[in-house]
C-alpha cells in the first residue's frame, strides 16, 4: 500500500516538472514601447505625466524641507549671537567687580 502511493506521488511530481514553458523569442513582444499605435502613446505620455507629478511633489516637499531647515539654522544662529552678547556683558559686569574690590582691599 505505501508503495503504491509512493509511486503514485512520484509519478505526479515527475508531471508537474515536466511542463514546458511557452515564450516568444522576440523581446519587444508585450512590450509598451514596442507598438506604435494610439494606445501606447497614451499611456507612455500617462506614465510620463504620472513620474513628472511625483517628482513635482518630491521636490515640493524637498523645497519646504529646505526653506524649514534654514529657518532653525537661522534661530540657532541667532540665538547663538544673544548668547555670546551676553557672555561678554557678564565678562564685563565681573571685570568691573574686580577692579571694585580691588580698590576697596586697597583702602
Wanted: some cysteine; overall charge positive.
Amino acid at each position: 500500500m505505501l508503495r503504491i502511493c509512493a509511486n503514485l506521488l512520484k509519478q505526479r511530481t515527475s508531471q508537474v516538472l515536466v511542463s514546458t514553458r511557452l515564450t516568444s523569442t522576440d523581446p519587444s513582444s508585450g512590450s509598451i514601447n514596442a507598438a506604435h499605435d494610439k494606445f501606447s502613446e497614451r499611456e507612455k505620455a500617462l506614465e510620463n505625466s504620472y513620474f513628472r507629478k511625483q517628482n513635482d511633489e518630491l521636490m515640493t516637499k524637498l523645497r519646504k524641507r529646505h526653506s524649514e531647515l534654514e529657518k532653525q539654522s537661522d534661530d540657532i544662529e541667532q540665538e547663538q549671537e544673544k548668547i555670546e552678547a551676553e557672555i561678554k556683558k557678564l565678562e564685563k559686569q565681573r571685570e568691573e567687580l574686580a577692579k571694585k574690590t580691588q580698590k576697596q582691599t586697597k583702602k
